[in-house]
């Protein structure tokens, strides 16, 4: 059986757009669906793609060694497994969990772009 890591950008730009709505409807469905043994709910970020927040980054469980600094809780590692959703909801969220999680099955249609250029950068 496959284990996560869901986290969602604690990140100032995410928590304006919703990332907290989006942590708790995490929290929720996780609950409710007794997926918490299977997935550690987590708040990582700020990921440097704050325009396309609230980002979620759910990744594969490995069991690989900790880096002590963490550097996957503010970047992509482009590691096998890896999923990066971008402009997350709290009812995107719950089908990421409802078929990323449960079934196994990364919801290809809501994965984010991480190279999308900011519209505020000129
Ligand atoms: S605040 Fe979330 S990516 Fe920057």
């Known amino acids: 059986m496959k284990r996560y890591r869901l986290s969602v950008c604690k990140g100032s730009t995410c928590k304006a757009g919703g990332a907290d709505g989006v942590h708790a409807a995490a929290r929720d469905a ?31 469980d490995t069991g690989r060694k900790r880096d002590p600094l963490s550097p996957e809780d503010f970047q992509l590692m482009g590691w096998d497994g890896e999923v990066y959703y971008s402009e997350m909801t709290p009812e995107k969220m719950r089908r990421v ?16 772009q991480p190279d999308t250029p900011d519209p505020d950068d000129g």
Do not use: K, T, W
């Open 30 to 60: 996780l609950s409710e669906q007794r997926l918490v043994p299977r997935c550690e709910l987590y708040r990582g970020g700020c990921y440097g793609f704050c325009h396309m927040g609230p980002n979620v980054v759910v990744r594969e």
């Open 97 to 112: 969990v409802n078929e990323h999680i449960a079934n196994d099955a990364p919801v290809r249609e809501l994965f984010g």
